[in-house]
Antibody, heavy 120, light 110 residues
Protein backbone atom coordinates (compact mmCIF):
# COMPACT_ATOMS: atom_id res chain seq x y z
CA UNK A 1 0.00 0.00 0.00
CA UNK A 2 1.26 3.44 -0.91
CA UNK A 3 2.15 5.71 1.99
CA UNK A 4 2.92 9.41 1.82
CA UNK A 5 4.69 11.59 4.36
CA UNK A 6 5.00 15.36 4.27
CA UNK A 7 8.03 17.15 5.67
CA UNK A 8 9.20 20.73 5.90
CA UNK A 9 9.22 23.81 8.12
CA UNK A 10 6.18 24.46 10.25
CA UNK A 11 6.81 28.20 10.35
CA UNK A 12 7.50 30.48 7.41
CA UNK A 13 7.93 34.25 7.44
CA UNK A 14 5.70 36.48 5.31
CA UNK A 15 7.01 37.13 1.77
CA UNK A 16 9.24 34.06 1.94
CA UNK A 17 8.84 30.73 0.13
CA UNK A 18 7.02 27.78 1.63
CA UNK A 19 8.76 24.52 0.73
CA UNK A 20 7.42 21.06 1.49
CA UNK A 21 8.42 17.57 0.42
CA UNK A 22 6.31 14.44 0.18
CA UNK A 23 8.11 11.12 0.37
CA UNK A 24 6.36 8.15 -1.21
CA UNK A 25 6.81 4.61 0.07
CA UNK A 26 5.20 1.32 -0.87
CA UNK A 27 5.07 2.28 -4.52
CA UNK A 28 7.07 3.96 -7.24
CA UNK A 29 6.44 7.57 -8.11
CA UNK A 30 7.22 6.65 -11.72
CA UNK A 31 4.48 4.01 -11.95
CA UNK A 32 2.27 6.22 -14.04
CA UNK A 33 -0.82 5.26 -12.06
CA UNK A 34 -1.06 8.52 -10.13
CA UNK A 35 -0.80 12.24 -10.36
CA UNK A 36 1.14 13.37 -7.28
CA UNK A 37 -0.85 16.12 -5.66
CA UNK A 38 -0.86 18.87 -3.06
CA UNK A 39 -4.01 19.96 -1.24
CA UNK A 40 -4.37 22.41 1.62
CA UNK A 41 -6.92 23.12 4.31
CA UNK A 42 -7.12 26.47 6.04
CA UNK A 43 -7.83 26.21 9.79
CA UNK A 44 -11.43 25.19 10.29
CA UNK A 45 -12.13 25.45 6.57
CA UNK A 46 -12.55 23.23 3.53
CA UNK A 47 -10.12 21.55 1.17
CA UNK A 48 -8.38 23.40 -1.65
CA UNK A 49 -6.65 21.63 -4.53
CA UNK A 50 -3.25 23.22 -5.17
CA UNK A 51 -1.93 21.19 -8.08
CA UNK A 52 -0.23 18.00 -9.16
CA UNK A 53 2.61 16.56 -11.14
CA UNK A 54 2.91 13.46 -13.28
CA UNK A 55 6.08 11.40 -13.22
CA UNK A 56 6.86 12.76 -16.68
CA UNK A 57 7.20 16.19 -15.13
CA UNK A 58 3.96 17.63 -16.50
CA UNK A 59 2.38 19.93 -13.94
CA UNK A 60 -1.13 21.28 -13.44
CA UNK A 61 -2.01 24.03 -10.99
CA UNK A 62 -5.06 25.67 -9.46
CA UNK A 63 -5.51 28.86 -11.51
CA UNK A 64 -5.88 30.90 -8.32
CA UNK A 65 -2.41 29.88 -7.13
CA UNK A 66 -0.67 29.25 -10.42
CA UNK A 67 1.53 32.35 -10.35
CA UNK A 68 3.09 31.35 -7.01
CA UNK A 69 3.20 27.54 -7.15
CA UNK A 70 5.82 25.13 -8.41
CA UNK A 71 5.59 21.36 -7.98
CA UNK A 72 8.58 19.21 -8.84
CA UNK A 73 9.44 15.52 -8.72
CA UNK A 74 12.61 13.66 -7.74
CA UNK A 75 12.25 10.11 -9.03
CA UNK A 76 15.63 9.03 -7.65
CA UNK A 77 14.41 9.82 -4.13
CA UNK A 78 10.78 8.80 -4.82
CA UNK A 79 9.47 12.14 -3.64
CA UNK A 80 7.84 15.30 -4.90
CA UNK A 81 7.90 18.85 -3.63
CA UNK A 82 5.83 22.01 -3.34
CA UNK A 83 7.15 25.55 -3.47
CA UNK A 84 4.78 28.44 -2.77
CA UNK A 85 6.32 31.88 -3.10
CA UNK A 86 5.50 35.24 -1.52
CA UNK A 87 3.44 33.73 1.28
CA UNK A 88 1.11 35.70 3.53
CA UNK A 89 -0.93 34.81 6.59
CA UNK A 90 -3.63 33.62 4.18
CA UNK A 91 -1.37 30.71 3.28
CA UNK A 92 -1.45 29.36 6.82
CA UNK A 93 -2.98 25.91 6.45
CA UNK A 94 -2.54 22.18 6.83
CA UNK A 95 -0.86 20.97 3.67
CA UNK A 96 -1.54 17.44 2.46
CA UNK A 97 0.14 15.45 -0.25
CA UNK A 98 -2.01 12.85 -1.96
CA UNK A 99 -2.05 10.44 -4.87
CA UNK A 100 -4.67 11.19 -7.52
CA UNK A 101 -5.62 8.11 -9.50
CA UNK A 102 -5.12 8.88 -13.18
CA UNK A 103 -7.99 6.75 -14.47
CA UNK A 104 -10.67 7.39 -11.84
CA UNK A 105 -9.82 10.92 -10.71
CA UNK A 106 -9.97 10.35 -6.98
CA UNK A 107 -7.42 11.08 -4.28
CA UNK A 108 -6.66 7.56 -3.09
CA UNK A 109 -3.82 7.88 -0.60
CA UNK A 110 -3.11 10.86 1.64
CA UNK A 111 -0.29 11.96 3.89
CA UNK A 112 -1.09 12.84 7.48
CA UNK A 113 -0.84 16.54 6.72
CA UNK A 114 1.52 19.18 8.06
CA UNK A 115 0.55 22.54 9.52
CA UNK A 116 2.41 25.49 8.06
CA UNK A 117 2.02 28.81 9.82
CA UNK A 118 3.00 32.05 8.12
CA UNK A 119 4.08 34.54 10.74
CA UNK A 120 6.95 36.85 11.52
CA UNK B 1 -13.14 28.06 -10.42
CA UNK B 2 -15.63 28.23 -7.54
CA UNK B 3 -16.02 25.65 -4.81
CA UNK B 4 -18.88 23.20 -5.21
CA UNK B 5 -21.81 23.99 -2.91
CA UNK B 6 -22.67 21.68 -0.03
CA UNK B 7 -24.98 22.21 2.96
CA UNK B 8 -22.99 23.31 6.00
CA UNK B 9 -24.51 20.65 8.21
CA UNK B 10 -26.74 17.60 8.10
CA UNK B 11 -27.89 15.56 11.07
CA UNK B 12 -29.74 12.34 11.72
CA UNK B 13 -30.47 9.77 14.37
CA UNK B 14 -28.75 6.39 14.50
CA UNK B 15 -30.23 4.04 11.94
CA UNK B 16 -31.64 6.81 9.77
CA UNK B 17 -30.54 7.74 6.28
CA UNK B 18 -29.17 11.13 5.32
CA UNK B 19 -28.23 12.66 1.98
CA UNK B 20 -25.61 15.31 1.32
CA UNK B 21 -25.86 17.31 -1.88
CA UNK B 22 -23.01 18.75 -3.91
CA UNK B 23 -24.02 21.34 -6.49
CA UNK B 24 -21.68 22.42 -9.22
CA UNK B 25 -22.09 23.63 -12.77
CA UNK B 26 -22.21 22.28 -16.29
CA UNK B 27 -18.44 22.82 -16.38
CA UNK B 28 -17.65 20.38 -13.61
CA UNK B 29 -20.18 18.04 -11.95
CA UNK B 30 -22.55 18.22 -14.90
CA UNK B 31 -19.95 17.39 -17.53
CA UNK B 32 -17.91 14.58 -16.00
CA UNK B 33 -18.55 11.37 -14.12
CA UNK B 34 -15.53 12.07 -11.92
CA UNK B 35 -17.11 13.04 -8.62
CA UNK B 36 -15.56 11.65 -5.45
CA UNK B 37 -16.54 11.94 -1.81
CA UNK B 38 -14.24 12.15 1.22
CA UNK B 39 -14.81 11.59 4.92
CA UNK B 40 -12.65 13.54 7.35
CA UNK B 41 -12.59 13.00 11.10
CA UNK B 42 -11.13 15.79 13.28
CA UNK B 43 -7.36 16.02 13.02
CA UNK B 44 -7.20 13.29 10.39
CA UNK B 45 -6.55 13.19 6.68
CA UNK B 46 -9.55 12.75 4.37
CA UNK B 47 -10.51 9.25 3.25
CA UNK B 48 -12.15 8.47 -0.08
CA UNK B 49 -15.62 6.95 0.31
CA UNK B 50 -16.98 7.16 -3.24
CA UNK B 51 -15.31 7.66 -6.61
CA UNK B 52 -16.55 8.03 -10.18
CA UNK B 53 -19.86 9.18 -8.74
CA UNK B 54 -21.08 5.89 -7.32
CA UNK B 55 -18.24 3.40 -6.88
CA UNK B 56 -17.04 2.31 -3.44
CA UNK B 57 -13.38 1.56 -2.75
CA UNK B 58 -12.61 -1.78 -1.19
CA UNK B 59 -13.25 -1.67 2.53
CA UNK B 60 -15.84 1.12 2.48
CA UNK B 61 -19.17 0.14 3.97
CA UNK B 62 -22.05 -0.40 1.54
CA UNK B 63 -24.04 2.00 3.72
CA UNK B 64 -22.38 4.73 1.66
CA UNK B 65 -23.73 5.33 -1.84
CA UNK B 66 -23.37 8.05 -4.45
CA UNK B 67 -25.41 9.35 -7.32
CA UNK B 68 -25.65 12.28 -9.71
CA UNK B 69 -28.39 14.19 -11.46
CA UNK B 70 -27.50 17.06 -13.73
CA UNK B 71 -25.15 19.43 -11.96
CA UNK B 72 -25.76 17.93 -8.51
CA UNK B 73 -24.07 14.92 -6.96
CA UNK B 74 -25.29 13.27 -3.77
CA UNK B 75 -23.89 11.09 -1.03
CA UNK B 76 -26.31 8.97 0.97
CA UNK B 77 -25.42 7.35 4.26
CA UNK B 78 -27.92 4.71 5.30
CA UNK B 79 -28.17 3.09 8.72
CA UNK B 80 -26.39 6.08 10.26
CA UNK B 81 -23.87 5.15 12.95
CA UNK B 82 -21.99 7.18 15.55
CA UNK B 83 -18.73 6.58 13.68
CA UNK B 84 -20.17 8.36 10.63
CA UNK B 85 -20.02 11.69 12.45
CA UNK B 86 -17.41 13.62 10.48
CA UNK B 87 -16.94 16.24 7.78
CA UNK B 88 -17.69 15.20 4.21
CA UNK B 89 -16.34 16.79 1.04
CA UNK B 90 -17.22 16.23 -2.58
CA UNK B 91 -14.70 16.76 -5.34
CA UNK B 92 -15.11 16.98 -9.09
CA UNK B 93 -12.94 17.16 -12.16
CA UNK B 94 -13.49 20.63 -13.57
CA UNK B 95 -11.90 20.41 -16.99
CA UNK B 96 -8.54 21.79 -18.14
CA UNK B 97 -6.85 19.23 -15.88
CA UNK B 98 -8.15 20.90 -12.74
CA UNK B 99 -10.13 19.73 -9.74
CA UNK B 100 -12.48 21.52 -7.36
CA UNK B 101 -13.65 20.55 -3.88
CA UNK B 102 -16.97 21.20 -2.21
CA UNK B 103 -17.47 23.54 0.72
CA UNK B 104 -17.86 20.64 3.13
CA UNK B 105 -20.69 19.27 5.25
CA UNK B 106 -20.57 18.46 8.94
CA UNK B 107 -22.58 15.34 9.69
CA UNK B 108 -23.89 15.04 13.24
CA UNK B 109 -25.35 11.84 14.65
CA UNK B 110 -27.97 12.84 17.17
Amino acid sequence: QVQLQESGPGLVKPSQTLSLTCTVSGGSISSGDYYWSWIRQHPGKGLEWIGYIYYSGNTYYNPSLKSRVTISVDMSENRFSLNLTSVTAADTAVYYCASLVVITGNFEYWGQGTLVTVSS
Amino acid sequence: QSALTQPASVSGSPGQSITISCTGTSSDVGSYNLVSWYQQHPGKAPKVMIYEGSKRPSGVSNRFSGSKSGNTASLTISGLQAEDEADYYCCSYAGDITYVFGTGTKVTVL
